[in-house]
């Protein structure tokens, strides 16, 4: 597993833990208030259902990125399982440490995650043409 020494990937492993606890926890609480305000019945007026729907949609939002946010963890922990966390997907290099300690389901290291969001920024104005 790269440069990683083992007491470094118990650190990540439970940085992970922790945050795939909070994520399921934050997942739920959206559900939650997003089932509460769908419930309410017809707002009184037009700011009051303007305001209801933009929560929604901001709770839309912190769902999807917490979904993702589990799924990246689930695919880190796979990694680990399989003796290639640590290691770059796209060049085979190591990760550093410092960026794993930042982002602990990093899959990329830095110079290839860049390159990842070149090309992403790329396509985008492309299609926008």
Known sequence: MATLTQQQIKHLSDLMDVRFARELEEIRAVRERTRGERDEGVP???ID???VEATLAADDAVFNQ???D???IKAARERL???TYGICTDCGEPITYERLLAYPTAKRCIHCQRLHEQEIAASRLVRAS
């Open 44 to 46: 009184a007026d037009w």
């Open 49 to 51: 259902a303007a305001l």
């Open 66 to 68: 917490d979904v993702q």
């Open 70 to 72: 589990v799924r990246d």
């Open 81 to 83: 399982s399989a003796g």
